[in-house]
């Protein structure tokens, strides 16, 4: 998960996490996003890609905000939670995280959110573009039985890549035994750190929360090792479209709802018979007679990308589709896209037409993801 890229904001406006010091010193080209100055690129999109699908990249997370939800009085955090997402909350085992969508009275999503359960309470991520918008959901809805409390002290830094793992094992040995979707905490140097084997490029890796004034020192350290390279968030962005990742307010938006954003797989069977979360009717419908349109992968014919935003069209000239993520995929060595289509042509090997700047490009429908996904699941 990450965010929709928002109109860029005058460079003393925007916020700076606790690293962009260094990303400075380390030669960042530095842009705007959701309302921070975040490196789009070090040594390039393409280097910085091929370092995480082949060792390992480092990304600055801190953007996205970290909030701790407990509860005022006797209520169940999971349970009160399930009233605004229609995700497995309390079902979900200690030190364990959770994809799930917070969803609005017509089903659609006002963002996707991960859950971690830590003991008696919850941590749970929110994309920076959405924060404000995700508070207010979240207090409105539940402020008289859930304290939700913004982790402003905490910096979010992700590894990620087949040799993530070696690089955080020299530090903790301990990192070795999480699987895929399972937090803990580990000790680089001498910081506790809480971890998850999670991330948002499809390769194994972690994400790691520590304290503002630590991060820095933590990065130096974990830099030292030669197998770990830093990355912007133009990799980042390459590496999940690739993995068939969605990106809110691209994929994901307040009418797009989980069904037709091919999510569906994120509501268990137990969810859609209680149908206790905003926009139940709708989505319950939705996954018991299907969609008019839903997400989909396309590939183009040729070398020329095809970009969000670009119209799809069938073998009668009539629209039947709309690209809402699209570039070109450096481990696949063609242009990717995502978009939604309408149902009858979302079959894959549906041939279809792309229309870029005037110009007609043949595309595919195909399967997601475009490259297959890494990650460490337990046995």
Not at 48 to 73: N, P, Q, Y
Not at 112 to 124: E, K
Not at 346 to 358: I, K, M, P, S, Y
Request: charged content about 25%; aromatic content about 6%; hydrophobic content about 35%.
């Amino acid at each position: 998960m990450t965010e929709h890229k928002p109109k860029a904001k005058a460079n003393n406006e925007l916020k700076k996490t606790a690293l962009y010091g260094l990303h400075v010193e380390l030669g960042g080209r530095l842009v705007p996003f959701a309302g921070y100055e975040l490196p789009i690129q070090y040594d390039g999109v393409l280097a910085e890609h091929r370092a995480t699908r082949e060792a390992a990249g480092l990304f600055d997370v801190s953007h996205m905000k970290i909030v701790d939800v407990s509860s005022i009085g006797s209520s169940d955090v999971g349970e009160a939670l399930e009233l605004i997402a229609p995700g497995g909350l309390t079902t979900l085992d200690d030190n364990r995280l959770r994809y799930s969508m917070l969803t609005n009275g017509a089903g659609g999503i006002v963002d996707d959110v991960i859950f971690t359960r830590m003991s008696n309470q919850f941590r749970i991520v929110l994309n920076a573009s959405r924060a404000e918008i995700d508070l207010e959901y979240l207090n409105a809805s539940l402020g008289d039985q859930l304290s939700f409390r913004p982790r402003h002290d905490l910096a979010l830094i992700s590894i990620q890549g087949p040799k993530a793992v070696s690089v955080l094992r020299k530090h903790d040995p301990a990192v070795a035994d999480l699987s895929f979707m399972e937090a803990g905490v580990i000790n680089v140097g001498k910081t506790e750190c809480n971890i998850s084997r999670s991330g948002y490029t499809g390769e194994d890796g972690f994400e790691i929360a520590m304290p503002n004034d630590e991060v820095e020192q933590i990065v130096r350290l974990l830099l030292l090792d030669e197998t770990l390279k830093p990355a912007g968030l133009g990799a980042r962005d390459t590496l999940r479209l690739e993995a068939g990742l969605c990106l809110y307010g691209n994929e994901l938006n307040e009418s797009t709802t989980p069904v037709e954003a091919n999510l569906s797989w994120t509501i268990p069977q137990r969810r859609r018979q209680d149908q206790r979360f905003p926009g139940a009717t709708t989505i319950c419908s939705q996954l018991e007679k299907g969609t008019d349109k839903t997400r989909v992968g396309v590939t183009a014919s040729g070398k020329r990308p095809i970009r969000d935003g670009a119209q799809l069209f069938n073998e009668s000239n009539q629209m039947v589709g709309l690209i809402t993520s699209g570039g070109y995929s450096p481990t696949t060595g063609k242009p990717v896209a995502m978009g939604y289509i309408d149902a009858p042509y979302a079959n894959e090997d549906n041939d279809l037409t792309a229309v870029v700047r005037g110009k007609q490009i043949g595309c595919t429908v195909t399967s997601l993801p475009f490259v297959q996904h890494r990650y460490k699941r337990s046995k």
